[in-house]
């Protein structure tokens, strides 16, 4: 059994681009990170449909997953997460403007809460690294980061040069100990 100090130290040595003391072993959101939504049919309805198109997306049916999220988005519009989940299927067919459209009614729905607004936000800020503007991304990184995405903090921390190095020196000097190359340290 391990102490936490060791996990952090193991951690930096295998993440070297996290920061010291993040650590990512699991779902980069917070499992109490739940989105407020009042339960009804309309809700039940729509969360079925994305689950349907979840199913269909993995199956390799963007086509039909894209159409289970729309009938969700339709049964249930205040609903971040359909908004969400249809931008993902959106960018795997390609079509990325009408994917950030999607991811920003899903941030706007969800007002910076919850779940799918931590998911919008990350995917909205790798769209937005992909095609070079940074600054949008960082925006978009760190309301996911403050979230709770270990993910978006990771990205945040490549996307500082200062830091990586930083870590990458940690890392080397760790890699050293390790071989014994850094006597009477």
């Given at each position: 059994?391990?102490?936490?100090?060791?996990?952090?130290?193991?951690?930096?040595?295998?993440?070297?681009?996290?920061?010291?003391?993040?650590?990512?072993?699991?779902?980069?959101?917070?499992?109490?990170?739940?989105?407020?939504?009042?339960?009804?049919?309309?809700?039940?309805?729509?969360?079925?449909?994305?689950?349907?198109?979840?199913?269909?997306?993995?199956?390799?049916?963007?086509?039909?997953?894209?159409?289970?999220?729309?009938?969700?988005?339709?049964?249930?519009?205040?609903?971040?997460?359909?908004?969400?989940?249809?931008?993902?299927?959106?960018?795997?067919?390609?079509?990325?403007?009408?994917?950030?459209?999607?991811?920003?009614?899903?941030?706007?729905?969800?007002?910076?809460?919850?779940?799918?607004?931590?998911?919008?936000?990350?995917?909205?800020?790798m769209i937005h690294r992909l095609h070079g503007n940074d600054d949008l991304a960082r925006e978009d990184f760190q309301a996911a980061a403050n979230l709770g995405s270990e993910f978006a903090k990771a990205q945040l921390v490549q996307m500082n040069p200062y830091a990586a190095l930083c870590n990458k020196m940690l890392h080397d000097v760790f890699s050293k100990?390790?071989?014994?190359?850094?006597?009477?340290?």
């Amino acid at each position: 059994m391990s102490s936490a100090g060791d996990r952090a130290i193991l951690n930096s040595i295998f993440n070297p681009l996290l920061p010291v003391g993040e650590c990512v072993f699991s779902e980069d959101i917070p499992c109490d990170l739940r989105d407020s939504e009042e339960v009804s049919p309309e809700y039940e309805e729509a969360k079925a449909q994305e689950i349907e198109g979840v199913k269909a997306a993995e199956s390799g049916n963007v086509d039909m997953a894209v159409m289970s999220f729309t009938r969700a988005i339709e049964m249930a519009p205040r609903r971040a997460s359909g908004y969400n989940n249809r931008a993902q299927a959106l960018r795997l067919q390609g079509k990325i403007e009408e994917a950030l459209a999607d991811l920003n009614m899903a941030v706007e729905i969800a007002r910076g809460k919850g779940r799918a607004a931590c998911q919008a936000h990350t995917q909205r800020a790798m769209i937005h690294r992909l095609h070079g503007n940074d600054d949008l991304a960082r925006e978009d990184f760190q309301a996911a980061a403050n979230l709770g995405s270990e993910f978006a903090k990771a990205q945040l921390v490549q996307m500082n040069p200062y830091a990586a190095l930083c870590n990458k020196m940690l890392h080397d000097v760790f890699s050293k100990l390790q071989r014994g190359e850094c006597g009477g340290v």
